[in-house]
C-alpha cells in the first residue's frame, strides 16, 4: 500500500506508477467501449503516467495552473481520471458535471464555481458554451483532443494559502434543503484518506496489493468512485474497471471479464439481480466482497448465499469523505437489519434531539468529528461561497448529518430518516426545493410541495402535490413533467403528481414537511395521482 507523505492525489498516482509500472490501472470492457465509442482494453499504470503527463504539459504550456478550476464533463469514460489527475499535477482543481444537467443547472454551478475552462464530450461544446454566456462567465468548452485555449486573466478561483495537501483537488456539488446544490471544496487529504481509509479498512473489505480489480457502475462524478473506488486501486496497486452504467442483464459477464475481486453497488443493484432467474453461473466470478449501501433488508442475507459474498454496508457522505465513515465490515454481523456498522477509534459521535441534547438510545440525528486535535480532518474544507452553511453543518464543532440513526448497546449503528428535506432516487440526492422550484416556474402551477415516496427499485420516487389554477387533468400532469424534464435533471423531475386544493401549511406559510410525507403516502396509490415515472429516461427531452 502507498503510505508515503505524498501530499497531493497526483503523487499518490505517480508513486504507484513508480512501484507498479506495468499493472493495469484503468480496465475498458468491450461493452463499455462500444458504447461510448472508444477503445476496449487495459491501460497500465505507466502508460496512464505518459498520458497524464502530457495532458498536464499541454495545460501548463496554455498557461493553466494553480488555483484554477476546470469543469470535466466526460460521463463515465476513464479519460475523466486522466484528465483529473494532470490537472492535479498543476494544482489546478476538477469540477465533475453530471450530464444529466439541463441548461439552467448548468448555468448556475458555473456562475457559481467560475470555471476558467470546460472539457466535455464532443455533443456537449454548444450548451456548455451557451451556458457560460448565460452566467456571464469567461469559459471555453472544448472536446478532448482541441487546442487549448489561453485562460482569462484573474481566474484562478481555488487559489489557496498552505500546503498542498490542503489545496482544493475538486469542487463537488450536492444537493441540499436550500434549493441550489452547494459546492464542497474537497482537498488533496480528503482523497489521500479516502483512499488509505479504503486500503487499510480490513475485515470483511479487506484489500491487498497483490493486484486487486475492482468494478463500478456508480457515476465517476460523484466522491463514490472518486474518493473510494479510484484512490483505493491507486493505494494498493489495483485495477479499476468502471461502466457507463448498471446492467443488470450483463452484470455478471462484466464482473467476470473484468476479473474483478471486489464491487460497489448501491440499493437497487441487489434488488435487480435477484429478480433473475437463479442460474449455475451465479457464482462464477472472483468477487470477495461488495461495497456500498441501500440493500433490501428482505434481499440481504439470499443474495449472499446465492452469489457467495458478503455485501458490506457503509455510511458517509460528501462532506464527511474519511473523516466520518462507518462500515458493518467487522464481524459479529447483522444482516438484514439495515445495519451500518459499528463506528472505528477514529470517530467520534453523538445522537441527539431537537433540541441537542443526547437521545440516550433513542433515534436522532447524528453528529460526527474525527478524533483527535482536528475534528475536521477528512472532511470538506467548506461550502464555496457559504460560510454561513458551513458554520451551521459544523455548530457546536460537530458536523450536523442530517440523518437520524439510532445505536444499540453494542454500538450496531441503524439508518432511520432523513432529517434533511432530501429525496434520494438510485443514489442521487434531490433536493425538494429545487424541485418544487422548478414547478412553481409552470404558469399553471400556482403552489408546489414535494415530498419523497418508497419506490421498490429506486429506493425514493419523487411524488409533487399541486395546486394549479385550470383543469387538474392528467395531461395537464404530463405536460407539467415535460416541462421539469426541460428545467432539470430527468432524476430530479415528479414520478408521481396529485392535484390538490391546498397544500398543508404552517401559520407562516411553510409547507409542513411531516404531513405532507403522509399525505404523499396516502395519495401515492390514490386514483387521481398521475403516475408519471415511465417519462423518467436519460434520453428525455
Keep these: 500500500m502507498i503510505v508515503s507523505d ?12 513508480a512501484r507498479w509500472p506495468g499493472r493495469e490501472m484503468l480496465n475498458i470492457l ?30 501548463a504550456a496554455a ?5 484554477h478550476r476546470v469543469m470535466l464533463l466526460l460521463e463515465n469514460r476513464p479519460s475523466f481520471f486522466l484528465w483529473w489527475l494532470a490537472l492535479n499535477r498543476l494544482g489546478a482543481s476538477a469540477v465533475p458535471v453530471n450530464p444529466d444537467l439541463r441548461e439552467a443547472e448548468l448555468t448556475y454551478m458555473i456562475g457559481h464555481a467560475e470555471p476558467v475552462l470546460a472539457v466535455v464530450l ?7 458554451t451557451d451556458a457560460a454566456k448565460i452566467a456571464g462567465i469567461d469559459m471555453p468548452a472544448i472536446a478532448p483532443g482541441e487546442e487549448l485555449p489561453r485562460p482569462r486573466a484573474d481566474a484562478r478561483i481555488a487559489l489557496r494559502d498552505g500546503p498542498a495537501r490542503d489545496a ?53 462524478f460523484h466522491m463514490n468512485a472518486m474518493a473510494y473506488s479510484f484512490m483505493a486501486m491507486i ?43 437463479p442460474s449455475e453461473a451465479d457464482r462464477d466470478h472472483k468477487a470477495c466482497f461488495g461495497f456500498g449501501a441501500g440493500v433490501d433488508p428482505k434481499l440481504h442475507a439470499a443474495f449472499e448465499e446465492r452469489f457467495g459474498f458478503p455485501l458490506v454496508e457503509a455510511w458517509a457522505m460528501t462532506e464527511t469523505g474519511a473523516g466520518a465513515v462507518i462500515c458493518a465490515n467487522r464481524l459479529p454481523r447483522r444482516v438484514g437489519e439495515s445495519c451500518l456498522g ?22 436522532g440525528e447524528l453528529l460526527v468529528r474525527h478524533t483527535g486535535d482536528d475534528p475536521r480532518l477528512g472532511f470538506f474544507a467548506g461550502y464555496f461561497k457559504n460560510a454561513e452553511a458551513t458554520d451551521e453543518a459544523w455548530a457546536g464543532g460537530w458536523f450536523h448529518t442530517g440523518d437520524v440513526v439510532r445505536q444499540e448497546a453494542d454500538g450496531s449503528m441503524f439508518f432511520v430518516d432523513r432529517k434533511k428535506n432530501v429525496i434520494r432516487r438510485s443514489g442521487e440526492n434531490i433536493a425538494a426545493v429545487e424541485v418544487e422550484s422548478a414547478l412553481m416556474r409552470h404558469p399553471a402551477v ?12 429506486r429506493g425514493d420516487e419523487v411524488f409533487a402535490c399541486l395546486v394549479v389554477d385550470r383543469d387538474a387533468t392528467p395531461e395537464l400532469a404530463q405536460e407539467i413533467a415535460n416541462w421539469c424534464l426541460t428545467q432539470l435533471a430527468y432524476y430530479k423531475a415528479p414520478g408521481f403528481i396529485a392535484f390538490v386544493d391546498e397544500l398543508p401549511l404552517t401559520a407562516t406559510q411553510k409547507i409542513q414537511r411531516g404531513v405532507l410525507k403522509t399525505l404523499a403516502a396516502e395519495l401515492v396509490d390514490g386514483p387521481a395521482t398521475v403516475d408519471l415515472r415511465h417519462m423518467k429516461k436519460r434520453s428525455a427531452a
Design 6 to 17: 505524498v501530499e497531493t492525489v497526483h503523487a499518490a498516482f505517480a508513486a504507484a506508477a
Design 30 to 59: 468491450p461493452e463499455t467501449a462500444a458504447i461510448y465509442d472508444i477503445e476496449a482494453g487495459a491501460l497500465t499504470y505507466k502508460a496512464a503516467e505518459r498520458e497524464v503527463d502530457a495532458l498536464a504539459d499541454s495545460l
Design 122 to 128: 464532443p455533443g456537449r461544446v454548444e450548451s456548455l
Design 342 to 363: 459499528r463506528p472505528g477509534p477514529d470517530l467520534e459521535i453523538r445522537i441527539v434531539d431537537e433540541a441537542g441534547n443526547d437521545t440516550n438510545g433513542a433515534p
Design 235 to 277: 493505494a494498493v496497486g489495483g485495477c479499476l474497471t468502471v461502466l457507463d452504467r448498471f446492467h443488470p442483464r450483463s452484470w455478471w459477464r462484466n464482473v467476470r471479464d473484468s476479473g474483478a475481486t471486489c464491487l460497489h453497488y448501491l440499493g437497487v443493484m441487489p434488488s435487480m439481480l435477484m429478480g433473475a432467474e
Design 446 to 457: 400556482t403552489a408546489a410541495a414535494v415530498a419523497a415516496v418508497p419506490d421498490a427499485v
Design 63 to 67: 498557461g493553466y495552473g494553480t488555483g
Design 168 to 220: 482544493e483537488a475538486a469542487l463537488l456539488y450536492t444537493s441540499g434543503t436550500t434549493g441550489q446544490p452547494k459546492g464542497c471544496i474537497l482537498t488533496n487529504t480528503y482523497f489521500l484518506m479516502a483512499g488509505r481509509w479504503y486500503a487499510g479498512a480490513g475485515g470483511l473489505c479487506a484489500l491487498n496489493d497483490d493486484g486487486e480489480r475492482m468494478i463500478t457502475p456508480l457515476p465517476i
